[in-house]
């Protein structure tokens, strides 16, 4: 292409009227691309995806620190962990984030899932650790099909047997679903303090929002959660507690929604050592 180009004559030309040298197509780019033999994109070692990802772990596994804790192929047996035929599984923890681990997993240890980020039903997993500059930093990862509690205890076994020991964080930060944290405490032990994600409280919150069918008063519910969220002074966040919890159960638009904030998540407080049983 640029042999029919002069240097400056496209920025020269580019006006109000455009033609066809000023603009470039999907096919100039499939031009450039086959031109050049650019066929691999980065990491990618063949067309099918499977394929790809064994010969990258292949590759993984031959390098001087292997940071494959476990791989499972969709079809393979394990007679060490009691998965499904046709499970997925795949745990990679680097030598850094293995130093970063045991150097700062004493402290604050959060996991967290990811999904729905490409074609497959799969999810990824995060196990982070809080650094010296209170930043997170990955520890460990899992890529699975799975979604339930035993996964999850593969995935902390494996890393307590690379580790050598087991982690005793003070305080551990999840979901609310608890799947984490029941697979964590299971291999683990128990942890001092639990925090839930600020991301996924909202979340629900605005999931059962919809139980006040006025939109004003849902406006007002979520307003005084949002505040009573941010309260981090302990008895000033009780007294506002109680009267949340009035204000909710006095208006019949209000009621449904009280019933699951006590229900639910009074409950989870418990948990986290903020309420009294």
Not at 92 to 114: E, F
Request: glycine share 6%.
């Amino acid at each position: 292409m640029s042999r029919f180009i002069k240097q400056g004559e496209i920025r020269d030309n580019i006006g109000n009227q455009l033609k066809r040298i000023d603009l470039i197509t999907k096919q100039d780019l499939q031009n450039v691309k086959r031109s050049f033999k650019i066929d691999m994109q980065e990491g990618v070692r063949n067309k099918d995806d499977a394929t790809s990802v064994h010969l990258c772990i292949e590759e993984l596994q031959r390098s001087e620190f292997n940071s494959v804790l476990l791989y499972k192929r969709e079809g393979d047996i394990l007679e060490s962990f009691p998965l499904e035929e046709n499970d997925f599984c795949l745990i990679i923890m680097s030598q850094y984030q293995q130093h970063m681990l045991v150097k700062y997993g004493n402290n604050i240890i959060a996991v967290d899932g990811t999904h729905g980020f490409n074609n497959y039903d799969f999810e990824l997993t995060t196990l982070m650790v809080v650094d010296n500059f209170n930043e997170g930093f990955p520890g460990a990862f899992m890529y699975t099909n799975r979604k339930d509690t035993l996964i999850h205890q593969i995935f902390f076994e494996v890393i307590e047997s690379k580790v050598g020991n087991k982690i005793s964080p003070n305080t551990f930060m999840s979901d609310i679903t608890g799947v984490f944290y029941q697979a964590w405490s299971s291999v683990m032990g128990v942890v001092p303090f639990q925090l839930y994600c600020t991301w996924h409280i909202d979340r629900a919150w605005r999931n059962n929002l919809n139980k006040i069918p006025n939109i004003e008063k849902r406006k007002e519910v979520y307003k005084t959660l949002k505040v009573l969220h941010q309260n981090v002074d302990e008895t000033s966040f009780r007294k506002q507690l109680d009267n949340m919890i009035n204000f909710l159960f006095e208006d019949a638009d209000t009621e449904k929604f009280g019933s699951y904030f006590k229900k639910i998540l009074l409950r989870k407080l418990q948990i986290v050592g903020l309420l009294l049983p």
